[in-house]
């Protein structure tokens, strides 16, 4: 098997597994699910955090987000069916959306002011809402510092 | 990226923590390119 073979194996694993548990796999249950040595597992999780489609806890082959989904509460949580995920920022959730059939509830919060915004998706149609994404950080620089960003 | 209730509220926010502004987009934008972006993931 290639390590292109690999490695996708390995990510569509972990997406699958984020979007029924809500949590990423962890290197040994990845392993155990492709039939691979830990070795291998958690080569190729390293090998996709190098090329930015994973981010891992500093120091440890945990996922902490794997794109776009976030292993830990943000303010960007999406609804979807009975399910919540959360994206890292607002592009991340719309993403979650998108990816996951196009129709959820995202509860955010305006980052100046606090007061909730509720952005409600239907078949990839936003429903009216007075809200603007901010890029605070230039495309080019997002992974400069991904979880900054 | 953050969510904004209004360019104003963009605008009081980045002087607030003495940022540059950078772009913006609507969120009804930034869902269709999510939609692009993520159509293959």
Redesign the interface.
Known sequence: MTFETLDRDVRLFV?QHFVETAQPPTAEETAEALHLTLTESAAAYDRLAADHVFVLEPGTREILMA??LSAVETA?PARIGEKRYYGA???DA??T???LG?SGTID??????D?A?T?E?DN?E?RP??????????AAHWWDDIVY? | MLLFRSEEHIDRWCEQRKLERGGTMSPETALRLGAIWYADK
């Not at chain 1, 955010?108 to 002011?113: E, G, K, Q, T, W």
């Not at chain 1, 809402?129 to 890029?135: R, S």
């Open positions: 997406i794109n776009p960007f920022c607002i592009w719309l993403g959306v998108a990816m196009g955010s919060r305006c980052a100046c002011c007061e915004l952005l998706i990839l936003l809402v007075e809200a603007v994404v901010h890029f605070a950080v230039p960003t």
